[in-house]
């Protein structure tokens, strides 16, 4: 269902960017609503950008344009207008999720922080969703906090974005910051890490599966060189 290119009928407005309508899909019409910053007439031509279960099990579909992105945060903003619908499981077609290569540094050694998931097969680096009203920065602290017990400080000027479909027709989007701690105390969270490993960057080069992870750990060690004492 998601990013499927769909036409639908706009019946009512319910917020300046948030309208409901009818969906024509397999010939059947169904129940949708449209989220656009854009103008709009009684015909809306988009894709499905995400799948809404709410309270009462009466599953919605939300359209958007192409070119529009709309993250869960956003979408679960937009829904909050109407009173009675209560989402409680939500599908998008766009994710976005943020952390940061975590690295500790004593004199000339420095660390890098390696996580693996749980019921992963790879190590990485701590991330995760980001909520609504948060900013990219505040959502790879309080990841990393949630993970690890970790308190960081982001470093300035280093910002890296992935970009990839993980499964199916899913389009995430990770912001990478580079944030240094000073402690040591790690204490995973359960439910979502099962490991983590301090190492060096060719250690770092070793463990890690994917280019952009390669990417991302020479940057970091380019940046590290040049700005951290």
């Not at 397999?26 to 854009?38: E, G, W, Y």
Request: net charge neutral; charged share 30%; glycine share 4%.
């Amino acid at each position: 269902m998601l990013a499927r290119k769909v036409t639908a009928n706009i019946y009512g407005k319910l917020a300046d960017n948030l309208y409901s309508g009818y969906a024509n899909i397999d010939d059947k019409s169904r129940r949708a609503f449209i989220l656009t910053d854009n103008p709009v007439s009684d015909v809306f031509y988009g894709i499905v950008v995400a799948v809404v279960t709410p309270e009462s099990g009466d599953v919605k579909i939300i359209i958007s344009s192409e070119k529009e992105i709309y993250y869960q945060p956003d979408i679960i903003k937009a829904l909050s207008v109407i009173k009675s619908f209560v989402p409680t499981k939500i599908l998008c077609l766009y994710e976005k999720s943020c952390g940061a290569v975590v690295f500790r540094k004593n004199k000339n050694d420095v660390k890098l922080l390696l996580v693996k998931n749980h019921n992963g097969r790879h190590w990485s680096f701590p991330k995760g969703h980001i909520e609504e009203n948060e900013s990219e920065e505040e959502t790879a602290i309080r990841e990393i906090k949630e993970e690890t017990n970790l308190d960081v400080v982001i470093m300035d000027n280093f910002r890296e974005v992935s970009n990839y479909c993980p499964f199916g027709k899913i389009r995430k989007e990770v912001v990478f910051f580079l944030a240094r701690t000073t402690g040591d105390n790690i204490k995973l969270q359960e439910s979502e890490i099962d490991s983590f490993l301090w190492v060096d960057i060719a250690g770092a080069k070793k463990l890690c599966s994917y280019d952009n992870d390669f990417n991302l750990i020479d940057k970091a060690d380019d940046y590290i060189k040049r700005f951290v004492k």
